[in-house]
Nanobody, 127 residues
Framework: QVQLVESGGGLVQAGGSLRLSCAAS????????VGWFRQAPGKERRLVGA????????SYVDSVKGRFTISRDNAKNAVHLQMNSLTPEDTAVYYC????????????????????WGQGTQVTVSS
């Protein structure tokens, strides 16, 4: 199995940026498709975006398109979420998750398909 640890969260003013990181240990990270999720208070956990094993394919929900970018460095066992033009609506706990797959270009969009989860990192955007 793979262990995931998120970092980079914090408090930022509206319009600002943050870069979250997801560090993996354990199995070969390049065998996993990865997703970023967020959960606001009182709401269910929702997908923000996802990246394929090889990093060549990404997908984002409409609310973050053009503002958020997911990238990965398999050599360093890390995936990053660059968040720009943040708004108070982006306030949430952000999680990364991993799904093992033999398919290099697979994008996983279903929450229940993810097998491994990090503990989350809080992002708070003030108005």
């Amino acid at each position: 199995q793979v262990q995931l640890v998120e970092s980079g969260g914090g408090l930022v003013q509206a319009g600002g940026s943050l870069r979250l990181s997801c560090a993996a240990s354990g199995r070969t990270f390049s065998n996993y498709a990865v997703g970023w999720f967020r959960q606001a208070p009182g709401k269910e956990r929702r997908l923000v975006g996802a990246i394929s094993r090889n990093g060549r394919s990404t997908s984002y929900v409409d609310s973050v398109k053009g503002r958020f970018t997911i990238s990965r460095d398999n050599a360093k066992n890390a995936v990053h979420l660059q968040m720009n033009s943040l708004t108070p609506e982006d306030t949430a706990v952000y999680y990364c998750a991993a799904h093992p797959t033999p398919l290099e270009s697979l994008i996983v969009r279903v929450t229940s398909d993810y097998d491994y989860w990090g503990q989350g990192t809080q992002v708070t955007v003030s108005s």
